[in-house]
């Protein structure tokens, strides 16, 4: 299946010169949501991961029904101020400023434990790498990336440590 044919462009979105790749469309579509779902499963079971930890907010609507097939645990990162126990934190850079994502620090226990970590797009890594981060402060070890999308002229790999990286569309 061509995924691409079921991702929306947007143009001049959020500003003009940015063509927005809108997932939305496909996640209405049941087969290509289905489709999108098990083709990660497939290539990301290999990895040994004990845990998904999904990037808020888009991370969590391909992370929750990855952990749910490769019957793993699920841990949410999130915007800083959402999480209601004690939360390891990490502030990165955004093209205008900072901002800052935390993980609770029980959620990856035992310490030493494979994590994949899951969003649906990456673009200049930022937010990922920040997230590798947060995996390495809680004792865990980051075993691999997968996104739905990949916008690869934007170089994001490069922020990220050396572990495979799993992508089912890249622009």
């Known amino acids: 299946m061509d995924l691409k044919t079921l991702i929306r462009d947007i143009p001049d979105f ?3 010169g940015i063509l927005f790749r809108d997932i939305t469309t496909l ?5 290509g949501l289905r489709y999108a779902v098990d083709a990660l499963t497939e290539k990301c ?5 004990d845990f998904i930890v999904g990037i808020e907010s888009r991370g969590f609507i391909f992370g929750t029904p990855l952990a749910y097939q490769l019957n793993l645990g699920f841990v949410p ?3 800083a101020g959402k999480l209601p126990a004690a939360v390891h934190s990490v502030e990165y ?4 400023g900072t901002d800052k994502l935390e993980i ?3 959620a990856l226990l035992p310490p030493g434990s494979n994590v994949l970590i899951v969003d649906d797009l990456i673009a200049t890594g930022g937010t990922a790498a920040a997230t590798a981060k947060l995996v390495e402060q809680s004792g865990s070890r980051v075993a691999g990336f997968t ?5 690869r002229d934007l170089a994001g790999r490069r ?13």
């Open 14 to 16: 959020p500003k003009p």
């Open 27 to 31: 996640l209405r579509d049941a087969s």
């Open 45 to 49: 079971a290999p990895l040994g991961a």
């Open 77 to 79: 990162v999130r915007k």
């Open 93 to 96: 850079a955004l093209e205008y």
């Open 104 to 106: 609770h620090q029980d």
């Open 147 to 151: 996104f739905l999308v990949e916008l």
């Open 159 to 171: 922020h990220l440590p050396d572990v495979p990286v799993i992508t089912l569309v890249e622009y």
